[in-house]
């Protein structure tokens, strides 16, 4: 087998009960329930018009400028995958255009993540199948490979393995370890559940605000409107 020209399998994929628990919640508190230390940088954005994402990763290893695997990774696609593509990051050729994303649409894909280019923007507003990209260029693909699918990629240093979790919505994206997910629903829910009694609070002027000046105090910051 030919390492970096290869289709491989997925041994193992998120539960579709845990998947849908995680579309129910704001990727910013699942990040905060990670430490804040995952992500797939900011200069991925969201081309669709509006609305979330979550489904079950689908990885491409992809030639910068070139589709053919990703193709291939459509094709073997099957109904709540999200198809994550890391292609260098290059915008000088677009990846996927309205094409592509009727047949992905058909497949059941819930979503995709390419950190590359694509075209047909005005499609994916229309159709608003939740994608990120990092760029938009009218100039097309080549298909000629090589590259890889159902591997171990990374984006901005966030890595994204086959049958992760990934998620998205209009803060970005990012993606849930299979073995760490129960886990950090849990905390994420417990976080939810929390901000939205703080919000309660705030609307009944009862919201407590003392930690404000004891953090400026411990970390000596002289408070002179005492």
């Not at 991925?44 to 018009?49: C, E, S």
């Not at 709540?80 to 009727?102: F, P, R, Y």
């Not at 417990?190 to 930690?211: F, L, P, V, Y």
């Not at 400026?216 to 005492?226: I, N, S, Y």
């Amino acid at each position: 087998m030919t390492t970096g020209f290869r289709i491989l399998k997925r041994d193992h994929v998120a539960a579709p009960e845990i998947v849908a628990e995680f579309a129910k919640l704001p990727v910013a508190n699942v990040s905060d329930s990670m430490s804040r230390m995952t992500a797939a940088g900011s200069r991925l954005r969201p081309m669709h018009t509006s609305g979330g994402m979550a489904g079950v990763a689908l990885t491409v290893k992809a030639r910068p400028g070139d589709n053919l695997m990703l193709h291939a990774a459509i094709d073997r696609a099957v109904p709540g995958d999200v198809i994550v593509v890391d292609a260098g990051g290059a915008l000088d050729n677009a990846l996927m255009g309205e094409l592509m994303l009727a047949y992905a649409i058909k497949k059941g894909v819930v979503g995709f993540v390419i950190d590359g280019a694509i075209r047909d923007l005005d499609n994916f507003r229309e159709t608003n199948l939740p994608t990120w990209a990092a760029g938009v260029t009218h100039r097309g693909p080549y298909k000629d490979g090589p590259g890889e699918v159902n591997v171990p990629i990374a984006i901005d240093g966030m890595v994204i393995r086959p049958g992760d979790i990934v998620i998205g919505d209009s803060d970005g994206v990012l993606c849930v370890p299979i073995e760490r997910a129960e886990t950090i629903l849990k905390a994420t829910q417990d976080k939810s559940a929390k901000e939205i009694k703080q919000m309660a609070d705030i609307e009944a002027g009862t919201n407590d605000r003392t930690w404000v000046d004891r953090a400026l105090k411990e970390r000596g910051c002289a408070l002179l409107d005492d």
